[in-house]
């Protein structure tokens, strides 16, 4: 499990990972207009045994979280390699660009890796889009676990390759009772069709506008959804699931975020919204602004559609895992997201 044995193993791997001469590859990402929808690329269920990579394409790591991450990732019954590069730093970054880049692929392309968990979140994950070798991806699909910062890689693998991934925990979370049995039954022990209840150790979702609609999962942090909005890897609201979720940012920035959203594209265009629980959001006590519930309704209360607020995903322990991509229908009265199909072939 160490770096030098990681080097070893991955040397002849690397090579093969279109990293030539050391510089990034920039690859033709933006899809033409008016392409059909890409077919969805499900990737294998895990199983007690796999071997799981470990990655830190975001923000960087030490070796108390690595702990905690392996011991979590092993308390499922799987196995643990880690990147050759996860222990660097570069500034807040976990390593450069390219370490960083190195790792995704490796993972990607060693047949013995069944699935790629990234350590934690952070920021950084948007530098790495233009750079990924999707070819490599798609011929070699894989599960893609982790929320936050991660969000970049599941919108642009689900857009470029048409990968499904998985907006969960990060390696790092503390895992619930909860949040592993929603893991299991999407990853491990999947079901054609699998009712997500919210978690109750959570605080009661809010029913903006009730009713039921079906569609794709799409979204994640609204931080690098809002980020991503203009660029080839743009989350595509039109007849989507949106769901978003966000931590440690006060009213007036998100209403900035989803003020950006609806200028980009409009939440009209989506078949719901679903926001999760905005941790750490309510701003500053004793400040004149508006509450997060009101900066909330001003964009959900306009809308003809279901719209709900407070289920059970975000920077929060008891969290559910969303296939990214996946065909899904929220139920507003029943307070619950059913699972279309397997997430997993």
Not at 127 to 155: F, M, N, Q, W
Not at 224 to 239: I, M, R
Not at 262 to 281: D, K
Not at 302 to 311: C, D, F, H, I, Q
Request: aromatic share 6%; with cysteine.
């Amino acid at each position: 499990m160490s770096a030098d044995h990681g080097r070893r193993r991955f040397g002849h791997l690397l090579a093969a990972a279109a990293l030539g001469g050391g510089a990034l590859p920039v690859t033709a990402s933006a899809a033409p207009a008016g392409r059909k929808a890409m077919r969805l690329i499900k990737p294998r269920r895990l199983q007690p045994g796999d071997l799981v990579g470990l990655i830190a394409p975001g923000g960087h790591t030490n070796d108390a979280a690595l702990a905690q991450a392996i011991a979590n990732i092993e308390s499922l019954g799987l196995r643990v390699r880690l990147g050759d590069n996860i222990h660097y730093v570069y500034g807040n970054y976990a390593g450069t660009v390219e370490q960083r880049l190195a790792d995704l692929h490796a993972m990607f392309l060693d047949p013995e890796i069944k699935a790629v968990w990234a350590v934690r979140g952070g920021s950084g994950c948007i530098s790495l889009l233009e750079h990924i070798d999707y070819r490599l991806i798609r011929a070699h699909p894989k599960v893609l676990i982790g929320y936050s910062d991660i969000t970049c890689l599941h919108l642009a693998l689900l857009k470029q390759v048409g990968l499904v991934t998985f907006h969960g925990p990060v390696a790092t979370s503390t895992f619930s009772d909860y949040s592993v049995e929603q893991m299991r039954n999407v990853l491990m022990a999947p079901q054609p069709n699998y009712t997500i209840a919210m978690s109750t150790e959570n605080p009661p979702p809010r029913t903006v506008h009730g009713g039921v609609a079906t569609g794709r999962l799409i979204g994640g942090n609204l931080s690098l959804v809002s980020a991503l909005a203009g660029t080839p890897y743009a989350a595509d609201f039109k007849d989507a699931i949106l769901y978003l979720e966000e931590v440690n940012e006060e009213p007036y920035r998100i209403d900035r975020m989803m003020t950006q959203l609806q200028l980009s594209q409009g939440y009209r265009h989506a078949a719901a919204v679903v926001l999760g629980i905005f941790e750490n959001c309510e701003g500053v006590d004793g400040e004149s602004a508006l509450s997060l519930e009101d900066t909330v309704n001003q964009h959900l209360l306009p809308l003809p559609r279901p719209a709900v607020a407070g289920y059970s995903f975000g920077h929060i322990r008891h969290q559910f895992t969303l296939p990214v991509g996946l065909r899904a229908r929220l139920d507003t009265e029943q307070q619950t997201l059913t699972l279309l199909e397997s997430a997993v072939s």
